[in-house]
């Protein structure tokens, strides 16, 4: 018998087994191989100093092409593209600088007089270009994923695993989440500067108002994929659980265990803390098996993937806050205002070395065959090995992109004042990321209904590879233009 296509489209990406951690790693870390080569553009060349068109083109190239490359056609042959990125940067970076970009010293601060206003001093919270550029990848490899992987260009094992494994699409997941966290420290730290403390039940009615929308989004979904009959991965989440549902809970739920820090003041602590007490019942009682097999009767045993998965998303929203309480604040460690330039560039890395290397090592641990418990990673669990992975990847590519940022771009962090590190932040930061960036749940939102679009529309099992780069290319083409002319305008979407 014929089967549907909408059958054929659920089986293409049913019963999967991912790929290693090592290629994801690989394909990954196009991101900041990217950005190495837009950074010695911008700091050698002055490239983007005038963002005109050409500008655009090759920004856009570099931050979203490549990425769509990587996980298509060159999806075989990282280390090839990896080369053919990283050896123009080297070359540029050793041929002399541009005589329109020649290296000045920081303009210093206006002497105090009586007619003339005292320099700003320099934000608590700075803006980090490196997290803007972490959050910006991460969104346009989330955005490339979505859609790609309906097409057989795209590499099934990239695609999200059955229920053990690894793979890019489930570490786009738990990155989503990661990166949510991470900034979801700057209000929280903005509060404590201040001076300011909120109860329980006004932390837990502001999430709710933040939790709103996405719930909203999530029935939508569900009433949209229900009615017009689209394929759906029902092991994903479960027969009515979306993504959208799960981020419109994490927000409450973090409210509720940000109470806790009365007792423990590390974040990082709770989110290990809530991932080892899940993964022991898992272990210790019927749970996973009860996820894993049980009959889809009751409306809990049908979303049963999205209700008890939610712990480990919050273990790992959790996991990301703690990072963004390190990062963001300029005086971390007892830092004072003057200790700025190298020292602080050190210490930002040392920091984030110290974190990747800390959940790296748990995550192997928890992994290892020989050495450790020999637990597997399973996102559809949300489990304590999936967990590490997401936080020690996500922390690994925020070391990576600071990295970048503090050898290109170290009037970032010598400036002495406001307004010459606003200057530097910004001639650090990618246009099109920081667009992404910005307005990233729309874009995401825009991305998945494009996705379904073309779905609706298209055969994408059928079409060949031609075929599948032209759609790809001018969906990453939508969403980016979409994204700068909203950031261009000044223009934040919030859901």
């Excluded at 990425?67 to 090839?80: E, V």
């Excluded at 309906?150 to 494994?165: C, L, N, Q, S, Y």
């Excluded at 709103?212 to 479960?238: M, Q």
Aim: with cysteine.
């Amino acid at each position: 018998m014929v089967q549907s296509y909408k059958a054929l489209k659920e089986d293409f990406v049913s019963n999967l087994s991912g790929g290693s951690v090592s290629e994801i790693n690989w394909v990954t870390s196009i991101a900041p191989a990217s950005y190495l080569l837009w950074s010695v553009l911008q700091s050698r060349k002055g490239l983007f100093e005038k963002y005109n068109a050409s500008a655009y083109i090759i920004d856009f190239l570099l931050n979203v092409g490549a990425l769509l490359f990587a996980t298509t056609l060159y999806s075989s042959n990282l280390i090839l593209l990896n080369a053919f990125i990283i050896s123009p940067a080297a070359l540029l970076y050793l041929l002399p600088l541009s005589s329109s970009i020649q290296r000045k010293p920081l303009k210093p601060p206006p002497k105090t007089a009586p007619d003339r206003q005292i320099p700003q001093k320099l934000d608590e919270l700075p803006v980090r270009p490196f997290v803007t550029a972490y959050r910006g990848t991460m969104m346009v490899v989330t955005c490339i994923a979505i859609l790609a992987v309906d097409f057989r260009i795209f590499p099934r094992r990239f695609a999200k695993v059955e229920t053990w494994g690894t793979s890019l699409m489930d570490m786009g997941v738990g990155s989503f989440v990661f990166s949510a966290g991470l900034v979801s420290a700057r209000p929280i730290l903005s509060a404590r500067i201040g001076g300011q403390t909120s109860s329980l039940s006004k932390s837990m009615r502001a999430a709710c108002r933040t939790s709103a929308p996405l719930l909203f989004l999530g029935l939508i979904r569900l009433y949209s994929v229900k009615g017009l009959d689209y394929a759906e991965h029902v092991t994903e989440y479960g027969v009515h659980w979306n993504f959208f549902f799960t981020l419109a809970l994490l927000p409450p739920s973090v409210a509720l265990f940000q109470s806790f820090a009365v007792l423990t003041p590390y974040t990082a602590l709770i989110a290990l803390s809530i991932s080892g007490l899940y993964q022991t019942v898992l272990e210790l009682t019927r749970l996973k098996a009860y996820i894993l097999t049980s009959p889809r009767e009751s409306l809990l045993s049908q979303n049963r993937e999205g209700v008890f998965s939610l712990w480990g998303y919050l273990s790992i929203f959790l996991a990301g806050q703690a990072l963004g309480f390190d990062i963001l604040q300029r005086n971390v460690l007892g830092q004072t205002q003057n200790s700025i330039g190298l020292p602080q560039r050190r210490r930002l890395l040392l920091r984030l070395a110290a974190w990747s290397g800390g959940w790296t090592v748990l995550y192997l641990c928890a992994t290892s065959f020989r050495y450790g418990l020999s637990l597997r990673v399973s996102r559809r669990l949300a489990n304590c090995p999936y967990v590490l992975w997401v936080a020690a990847f996500n922390c690994a590519q925020n070391l990576l992109f600071c990295l970048v940022e503090t050898v290109f771009f170290p009037g970032v962090y010598i400036a002495s004042d406001a307004a010459n590190e606003k200057r530097e932040s910004h001639k650090a930061t990618s246009k099109v990321l920081k667009a992404f960036n910005r307005n990233g749940l729309a874009i995401f939102l825009l991305a998945n209904l494009l996705t379904g679009l073309v779905n609706l529309t298209l055969n994408t099992l059928t079409m060949g590879a031609i075929g599948a780069m032209g759609v790809l290319i001018g969906y990453v083409g939508v969403l980016t233009v979409v994204a700068v002319t909203l950031d261009h305008y000044n223009l934040s979407v919030k859901l």
